[in-house]
C-alpha cells in the first residue's frame, strides 16, 4: 500500500509557549542559517558528478570521491539534541554522489550510525539494526531538471495546502520538476510525481512498476572518515541548537572513537532514467540537473542533502503528548531553502530568488488573509513554517505579515498561531 494518504498531520502540542522555542544560535557565530555551515558542510565542492555510467547492484566500487556533490556530517541528526534523543532511531545522511552518462542520472549516498561510540549503553537504535531490515522511512529526492515549463508551483504543496505522503516540506530558492520518494526498506516505490495539468500541484506519472528507477543498498561506505560533532542528549552534552554551525563544536572523526564503519555505515545507489525525468541526454549537457535528497520519519525531515538547517530548527522541542519522548522535528513544517546540488552542469544562478512558480503573482501582491503569514495568497503548512522561523529568529519582519501572522488575534506572533494553521490545514479547526 502507498504511504501517501496515510501518514496524517502530527499536530504541535498547543501547551508549547514562546519560552520554549529558541533561536537557531551558537556561540560567536551567531544565528544558524545555511550560509553559516561549519566547513565540514559542502555542496559542489569536488566538483558536478563525474560522466561515468554506473552498474546499480549495491556494490559502491564504481565510485569515487571526485564524485561527491554534497558533503553532510554524522551525527547531526534530531535525535541528538533531545535530552532523551536516543529514543529515536538514526536518520543520518552523510555523503551525496553523483553521476550521468547518455541514459541516467546516478546517485549515491552514505548514511551512518555512529551510536556505537555515541552513547553505546542505549542499546534500542543499536538493537534496530540497519534502515533497510526494519524500518519503512520516505526517502525524497527533488529534482530540478531546468525545465522552466515545468516547474511544479505553489513550493510544491497541494491545492489544499498539504504536502507529498503528507511529509510537512515545501521547497523555496530552486526550482523543482520532478519528485522521487520510495521508502527505506525498499517494499514502497518508487513514485515519481511531477506537476498536474495546472502546472501547480504534484501528481503521480510513475509507479514503481513503470518508473524504470532502480534502487539498492549494502553495508559500508567509500569515505575513510565519518566526521561529525561528539555527544548526544541535548544540552547536557553540549548539543545545542546551530552547533553545526559552530567550528568550535566537538567535530571528532569518530573512527578514530573506536567506530565500526564496515558494520554500522550503510548505502544506497539509484539510477533514474532521463526519460522518467521528461528531458534527454542534451538536456542534462547542456544545463545539468539539480538534486536535493530528503531522509524522514514521522511526518517530517530529519536530514538533507545539501543540509539545510530547517532539519533541526525545532529539534529540542518534545513532539506531541503522545510521542514527547520524540523530537518535535518529527512532525513540523520543513521549507528547504538551501541550494540544490548540482550534476553535469554547474548551475549559473544557485539561489535563485524568483523560482518560476505559476501561483506568484507578478505584479500585485494579493490582499491580506488571515493565517497568510508569507502573503502568497494562501494559507497552508509553508505559513506556520513561516511563523516558526520568524519566532525562532531565523525570519525578520520583513519575511513575514504579522498581522495575518497573528491567528489568535492577541497582539503577538508565537508558536500558538502556527499550531493554529496546522489545525487548520488538518481541518480540525476553522481560523
Given amino acids: 500500500m502507498k504511504r501517501k494518504g496515510i501518514l496524517s498531520l502530527i499536530l504541535a502540542s498547543t501547551v508549547m509557549s514562546t519560552a520554549c522555542v529558541g533561536a537557531l544560535s551558537v556561540n560567536a557565530a551567531g544565528t544558524a542559517s545555511n550560509d553559516k555551515l561549519a566547513s565540514q558542510y559542502s555542496t559542489n565542492k569536488a566538483g558536478v558528478g563525474a560522466n561515468k555510467t554506473i552498474t546499480v547492484d549495491g556494490d559502491i566500487s564504481d565510485w569515487d570521491s571526485s564524485m561527491i556533490i554534497a558533503q ?3 551525527n547531526d541528526d534530531p535525535r541528538v539534541y533531545r535530552d532523551n534523543s536516543m529514543y529515536e532511531l538514526p536518520d543520518d545522511l552523510y555523503t551525496l554522489y553523483g553521476a550521468y552518462d547518455d541514459e541516467n542520472l546516478y546517485l549515491m549516498w552514505e548514511m551512518t550510525n555512529v551510536q556505537d561510540v555515541v552513547a553505546p549503553n542505549d542499546d534500542y537504535p543499536l538493537s534496530q539494526g540497519v534502515l533497510w531490515q ?7 529526492i527533488a529534482v530540478d531538471t531546468g ?5 511544479i508551483g505553489n513550493n510544491c504543496l497541494t491545492s489544499a495546502g498539504g504536502s507529498l505522503w503528507n511529509l510537512n516540506l515545501s521547497f523555496a530558492n530552486n526550482n523543482v520538476n520532478k519528485f522521487i520518494l520510495f521508502n527505506t526498506k525498499g517494499g514502497n516505490g518508487p513514485y515519481v510525481y511531477g506537476g498536474d495539468s495546472s502546472g501547480v500541484n504534484p501528481k503521480e506519472i510513475y509507479t514503481a512498476a513503470t518508473s524504470g528507477i532502480s534502487v539498492k543498498y549494502g553495508l559500508g561506505i567509500k569515505s575513510t572518515s565519518v566526521i561529525g560533532i561528539n555527544g548526544a542528549y541535548g544540552a547536557n552534552n553540549n548539543r545545542v541548537l546551530g552547533d553545526m554551525c559552530n567550528e ?3 567535530w571528532v572523526d569518530f573512527n578514530t572513537k573506536g567506530h565500526s564503519s564496515s558494520t554500522m555505515d550503510f548505502h544506497y545507489e539509484v539510477s533514474i532514467p532521463y526519460k522518467t525525468l521528461g528531458i534527454t541526454a542534451s538536456d542534462v549537457k547542456s544545463r545539468g540537473l539539480g538534486v536535493m535528497l530528503i531522509a524522514t520519519m514521522g511526518a517530517s525531515g530529519m536530514d538533507c542533502l545539501p543540509y539545510d538547517v530547517a532539519m533541526n530548527d525545532n529539534a529540542n522541542l ?7 519522548n520524540n523530537s518535535y522535528e518529527k512532525s513540523d513544517a520543513d521549507e528547504i531553502t538551501a541550494a540544490f546540488a548540482r550534476v553535469a552542469v554547474e548551475n549559473p544562478d544557485p539561489f535563485p530568488t524568483t523560482p518560476t512558480n505559476p501561483t506568484t503573482p507578478t505584479t500585485t501582491k494579493p490582499a491580506a488573509i488571515l493565517g497568510d503569514a508569507n502573503s502568497d495568497g494562501q494559507v497552508n503548512i509553508i505559513d506556520a513554517s513561516t511563523i516558526q522561523k520568524y519566532v525562532a529568529k531565523m525570519y525578520n519582519e520583513s519575511q513575514i505579515d504579522l498581522e495575518a501572522a497573528d491567528v489568535d488575534k492577541n497582539g503577538s ?8 494553521i496546522q489545525k487548520y490545514v488538518s481541518g480540525l479547526e476553522s481560523l
Fill in 318 to 324: 518534545p513532539d506531541t503528548a503522545s510521542q514527547e
Fill in 413 to 420: 506572533v508565537n508558536v500558538k498561531d502556527a499550531t493554529k
Fill in 147 to 151: 525545465d522552466s515549463s515545468s516547474v
Fill in 134 to 140: 526494519t524500518q519503512e522511512y520516505p526517502i525524497m
Fill in 72 to 74: 553532510g556530517a554524522a
Fill in 248 to 250: 568550535s563544536a566537538a
